[in-house]
């Protein structure tokens, strides 16, 4: 592109001279410098050599620009050049981004001019790196950003205040959000104009720390929001330097919600303390062995009271199997079988057990000592499922003692009413039989009335002679071979009298073997209760069927009769002491309900057992069984008495004194 | 009864209404009566000579039990051994009843059960056998 013209020599020389400066100035450049004819190189300086990664001058001259050029900037490249060529301009200063030897791309500013150089109208073009540059600052910028949304998104209030003025300069989220303030409320003003610690005291306090160890860490505040509201915080100042310039930064963190819960938990803590120790009180002043078990077993907790029963300590005891270390046994002296054991039933059944003190099991000692205990154990639920239980316990020999007293007693106050109840009955039957004189009409029906209720009254001492007899232990069993189809005849004669009068059938089934040993006076008593209780509770033309014979290991008595039945809600009081049903209190209001308990009481002491079904308005059947083995024989002080149903056999109708 | 010769029946018994109705009784139906409210009482009535048929005994006794006692003071003494001895007693149950029985006695009695008419009658019987 240059002029065609010739140069003179002074020109030549002025050319060369120039070309020397020229390239004398550019080589000792800073930056690179390329003149290029928009296609071809002419000349390179050493550091654009340098940047493009060559090894000398030479190797570029005459090389195309092209290959340096990274393809996203050669259109730009070319659009300068074209603008360059039209307008003869020095374009301006660009980003570009050049291809080095090796095909490395890097980034460079570049501008470029079009010149006259050796006579010809070339592009100079001066460029230097900035890849290391732009990453540097990038870096810085990233860094500033990084630090910006620290600053910004830290969940602690922070202010940053400059120093001495103590004016805040830069708040973040936390602390707008904090304290109520926005932003531009906040800077410029200090923290005592904003009023947030309000405490002068504290306020020198920190003043002077700060100034002193150019810090303060984690102390507590109550510092003040915009409105007015007082709030705690932990707080931490720094003194800061940043490019030689001081700065307070303030860290604020709000701990009120976090104090509350600590004292709230505080508060439960002693609560849950106070009432642990209120239980423990209340556990250990209780007069009764108190031990929680888990769903194993075994001992979680036992009080006072159950570490004296068994004389063992808490810590002896924690984790022992409950039922090791109180082995209970039944009054023969017999270990109760595991699962008979009231807590094996409270933790497999979930039913609460109780063992009233007056049939209690006895707590063998290790020592050989047998206490009677009475004996509570309770099932502990969680969502209807077991996770242990609570056993209470007591001692009963005191009450066993008591009872026992209460029991002679009642056998000594029997006893006393015997004598003067003969001398009533004795009486009134000297009158009756006309001893004194005749007597006659009215005033002999009344003296009849006075008598028989004189027999039952006897009839009821001597019941209540036989419960404390029992209850004491201390009736006697005197077994001999007797032939029990006899007795029961015997016994049915006695009511043959009331069975006539109410028109009613008796089926006898007797069954082999008929021979038991067998205390007579006992069995009679039990089918006398048993048959006397069938016959009073049938109505007219009911039926009786009495079944006697082997069943099995045991000897069976089966009484069954058409009677009133007993209602559903009596059964489980019927062999209870003095407990006489609805419907029979109507039928019979002479019975005491002593019967059945003393039945009862006996059948168990014999070994046996007694049950039975019913229906209301349909009849009742009683069983009993005895073992065939054979009564034990049982030597007692005394000896139950069967009662006499006098008034209704043989001699009844010769006592009747209508004769 | 046997009228003519009149049996005489000694009566121990501590309670003095029932020993009363006792002795009326008896006498209703024909017995002589010789009564005491102790033993002692009576083994001295005895030992002066009265003459016994048959012994009614009570077995408590001003809350002791010396009707036991008696009965083996009577039964072994040879020129009382052959009195027979009914025992009518407060003491209910088979072991008194026992006792009596070995001891020589010929009947027992719980008072409350029984009439004194049955009583007497038994005696009657036991005394014309």
């Known amino acids: 592109m240059g002029k065609s013209n010739s140069p003179t020599p002074s020109q030549i020389r002025e050319l060369q001279e120039s070309k020397e400066r020229y390239e004398k100035f550019f080589q000792a450049a800073a930056f690179g410098v390329v003149i290029h004819d928009g296609r071809k190189i002419i000349f390179g300086n050493q550091e654009a050599v340098r940047l493009v990664g060559g090894k000398s001058q030479k190797e570029f001259i005459g090389k195309p620009i092209l290959p340096f050029v990274h393809p996203e900037s050669r259109l730009t490249v070319a659009k300068r050049i074209l603008q360059m060529a039209l307008t003869g301009k020095t374009a301006p200063l660009l980003r570009e981004k050049f291809v080095r030897v090796n095909g490395e791309p890097f980034n460079v500013e570049v501008t470029s001019t079009p010149i006259h150089y050796q006579g010809k109208s070339v592009f ?42 103590a004016k805040i300069i830069a708040v973040n989220k936390a602390f707008e959000e904090s304290f109520g303030y926005r932003r531009k409320e906040a800077i410029g003003k200090t923290s005592l104009e904003l009023g947030i610690n309000p405490d002068a005291e504290t306020r020198t306090k920190i003043a002077t720390q700060v100034k002193e160890k150019g810090s303060i860490h984690d102390i507590e505040l109550n510092l003040r929001k915009k409105s007015g509201e007082l709030r705690t915080y932990l707080v931490n100042i720094d003194v800061i330097e940043i490019a030689g310039k001081k700065y307070l930064l303030n860290t604020a963190r709000d701990i009120t919600e976090k104090k509350q819960s600590e004292k709230a938990l505080m508060a439960a803590k002693i609560q849950a303390e106070e009432t642990a120790a209120q239980e423990e009180a209340l556990l250990n002043s209780i007069g009764e062995g108190v031990v929680s078990i888990d769903v194993g077993g075994r001992i979680i907790f036992t009080n006072k009271v159950a570490q004296k029963i068994i004389g063992k300590t808490a ?21 109760i079988l595991k699962d008979k054991m009231p807590l094996q039933v409270a933790l497999k059944k979930g039913e609460t057990v109780a063992v009233s003190s007056l049939s209690t099991p006895y707590y063998f000692k290790p020592d050989g000592e047998v206490v009677p205990i009475a004996l509570t154990a309770t099932p502990v639920k969680l969502v209807k499922e077991t996770i242990g239980a609570i056993v209470v316990f007591r001692d009963v020999r005191l009450e066993k003692k008591v009872d026992r007293a209460k029991t002679e007693f009642v056998s000594l106050a029997s006893h006393q009413l015997l004598t003067p109840l003969s001398a009533i009955k004795w009486y ?46 201390t009736f006697a069993v005197n077994p001999e071979n007797i032939e029990i189809s006899v007795l029961a005849d015997t016994t049915l004669r006695d009511l043959a009298e009331k069975i006539s009068h109410k028109s009613l059938t008796v089926k006898k089934d007797y069954r082999p073997p008929q021979w038991l040993k067998a205390d007579p006076n006992l069995m009679q008593i039990i089918l006398q209760n048993l048959l006397s209780n069938s016959v009073k509770y049938t109505p007219e033309n009911g039926k009786i069927i009495l079944s006697l014979g082997g069943d099995g290991e045991d000897f069976l008595i089966q009484v069954s009769d058409t009677g009133l039945g007993i209602p559903d809600e009596d059964q489980p009081e019927v062999f209870t002491k003095l407990f006489r049903g609805k419907n029979i209190q109507e039928a019979d209001p002479e019975g005491v309900g002593l019967g059945l308990y003393i039945v009862k009481s006996m059948v168990e002491r014999l070994g046996g057992k007694i049950w039975f079904t019913s229906r209301e308005g349909k009849g009742t059947t009683f069983f009993v069984t005895i073992p065939l083995a054979g009564m034990k024989k049982r030597e007692g002080s005394r000896t139950l008495i069967a009662r006499k149903e006098k008034e209704n056999g043989k001699r009844e109708q010769k006592d009747n004194f209508s004769n | 009864m046997v009228k003519e010769s009149k049996k005489t029946i000694l009566v121990i018994e501590d309670e003095l209404p029932l020993l009363e109705a006792i002795q009326r009784k008896l006498e209703n139906v024909g017995f002589k009566t010789l009564t005491a409210q102790n033993t002692e009482n009576a083994m001295s009535q005895l030992q002066e000579g009265a003459v016994i048929d048959l012994v009614w005994l009570d077995h408590y006794i001003f809350g002791k039990e010396p009707g036991l006692l008696f009965i083996a003071e009577l039964k072994n003494e040879p020129k009382w051994s052959k009195i027979p001895v009914f025992v009518v007693s407060n003491a209910s149950g088979p072991e008194k009843k026992q006792a009596y029985l070995s001891l020589g006695a010929d009947k027992y009695y719980t008072k409350v059960d029984y009439k004194l008419e049955d009583i007497c009658r038994d005696i009657e019987e036991f005394l014309n056998k």
């Open chain 1, 428 to 473: 009134l039957e000297l009158i009756l039989s006309g001893d004194t004189g005749e007597v006659k009409g009215r005033l002999k029906d009344y003296l009849e009335t006075a008598y028989k209720s004189t027999t039952r009254m006897g009839n009821l001492v001597n019941a209540l002679l036989n419960v404390s007899r029992l209850e004491m232990g």
């Open chain 1, 124 to 165: 100079q073009t001066i460029f230097r790196d900035i890849t290391e540059s732009e990453k540097i600052s990038e870096e810085l910028r990233e860094s500033e950003q990084k630090f910006a949304i620290l600053f910004e998104k830290n969940p602690f209030s922070t202010a940053l205040s400059e120093l001495p003025s």
């Open chain 1, 315 to 335: 810590w002896e005891m924690a984790g022992q199997p409950f039922e090791r270390l109180l082995p209970l046994v039944d009054e023969k002296g017999e270990r």
